[in-house]
DNA sequence: CACAAAATGTAGTAAAATTACAACCAAACC
DNA sequence: GGTTTGGTTGTAATTTTACTACATTTTGTG
């Protein structure tokens, strides 16, 4: 048996959810029977109209009886006629909008945009349903005991940490952050079995990164890893937040990965607000007024 | 008439257009009986769900009686209940139910896991609508022909800015970044009119970066802001790309709008690759090799 | 507190979908 | 050429599902 790497399987198993059923109607054609065939011509020719046909009137539109459009569901893979119904609406609805285009080398600014934004969106749809909200739940455990918490990532993942750094130091912890991988050996050296060191790293692979979880955990501290599950960086962690996103490899550049990054802090970051309760958010109210003296006035 | 923002005029037209039934729930929640409202809310937790009970199971759920979930249903202007279930597959079709739900104080790790994403989503869907590629377009041109290019954020657009160094350092173009607006302002000082300095903040408002923008125009260079339309930012710059987000305000961070910004930021280097053509990409393709001496190999 | 109006539920009915089974058809084999 | 076998289709009964009419409860008002 072929084994997928995860991040494959996961990635067509969301697509598979989603492959439009007419398309599949279409192609199946020839494993259809005779009687099968009618149906799926009936519906194919005005599949706006079958979605509101009862299995009887679908049947007599086919000239087949009702059993033999029932049996055509389920050749489907879909459980009944109901269940295919709610498949065709779907199909049709909105076109086929989280369709992961790529950008082609003839594409215009109109059409390269359309295409980021449809694959980045596609991605985090992926990376939703591949998010543990357990995981996320321990995540936030973790961050609302510590005394310290270290934010520290690499390359494309620097930004990430940079943003995790500056969401949680609005609370009120002493948040570290440093993208000179000297600096944050130096800090984290002195960490204790009261901090919390997050790590970011798409790939889990970045040696130095590797390293820092390990003098991390030699002085006892929470490691906790943003990176892909069965990583070596993953295997230094106490709590790993993966995440399974499909990277468009065209374009050598981390892209929707990052973001589905991102998305995690902000996650980590509700929960902490939630789990500190509503005393703490008058005091996030504070910070942002404070930011108002920086700004010019509104109007 | 009523004039609404901007933000929000984009934000109600866009949910307009997918005539979303999760939203017209959300919207109508007034109007709806207790029962009926017991309904809408179990509808809304899990509309995925929904769509594959019966009526039966679905009343149940909502601890009500069955008759009162085909009145529910009618109300929303559907024919009876699997009509209904027509309308919810199509706007589930899309993957994401695009409402802006907000978390709630007493929500789960699950919960506001889902909203952060679906209303991220849902954010990103009224930014792409919202951007205009002429203006991309014209952008890709600026930072072609740059022979510098600044980034510089603070704030939350600060780890933007941050990601748009990582992202242009690959390509062969001298790319400035700094945090610290001392800094911001002494590289600012000697630029030159064959320079673009791209400005990033969401609100526009921020004082020193408003002031960088002068200083920038003085020495001739090409100003760029992604930032919001008719803010003091926005007039200060050659190229302003706007991006209208609706923002979360309840948490009291940036969150959609620093996401849409990194998006703009993907958008940006695509194009630029693009416009380089293939034999660049081939150079890309080594700058990512070179990376690969700093990490664990696969397997 | 009584009354009307609205909301909700109960029970019966109609419709729709599914199942079991029988008839049919076509190809393979004796 | 008839018979058997596998698959395909339809008929009729069964079950599930949705809807309707009406009774009951709740809510608001004078």
Do not use: W
């Not at 980021?116 to 996320?136: C, G, H, K, W």
């Not at 440093?178 to 984290?188: H, Y």
């Amino acid at each position: 048996m072929l084994m997928l790497p995860l991040k494959e399987a996961k990635y067509n198993e969301a697509f598979k959810l989603r492959m439009n059923i007419i398309e599949k109607i279409a192609q199946h054609t020839e494993a259809f029977s005779k009687s099968e065939r009618k149906v799926a011509e009936v519906i194919l020719k005005n599949p706006q109209a079958a979605i509101h046909c009862s299995i009887a009137t679908l049947a007599k539109m086919s000239d087949v009886s009702e059993p033999t459009v029932n049996r055509f569901c389920r050749r489907l893979e879909t459980k009944g006629f109901p269940d295919f119904k709610l498949h065709l609406a779907q199909s049709l609805a909105s076109g086929t909008p989280f369709l992961n285009r790529h950008v082609g080398e003839n594409d215009g600014p109109e059409e390269y945009t359309n295409k980021i934004f449809e694959s980045t969106m596609a991605s985090l749809e992926v990376a939703r349903q591949s998010v543990d909200p357990n995981a996320i739940n321990r995540g936030v455990d973790l961050l609302t005991q510590a005394q310290n918490i270290y934010f520290f990532g690499l390359g494309a993942s620097a930004s990430v940490a940079h943003d995790a750094l500056n969401k949680f130091i609005r609370f009120n912890v002493p948040v570290v952050y440093f993208e000179d991988i000297l600096m944050q050996r130096m800090s984290c050296m002195n960490c204790s079995d009261k901090d919390v060191v997050v790590l970011i790293s798409s790939t889990g692979r970045t040696k130095s990164l590797v390293e820092i979880a390990q003098i991390a955990r030699a002085n006892d501290a929470t490691v906790m890893g943003l990176t892909s599950s069965g990583s070596p960086l993953a295997k230094e962690c106490s709590l790993v937040l993966s995440l399974d996103v499909p990277e468009d490899t065209d374009m050598y550049m981390p892209m929707a990965s990052r973001i589905a990054q991102l998305m995690v802090i902000d996650i980590l970051a509700t929960g902490f607000i939630l789990r500190r309760g509503n005393k703490f958010r008058e005091n996030l109210k504070r910070v942002k007024e404070t930011l108002r003296r920086s700004r010019y006035d509104k109007q």
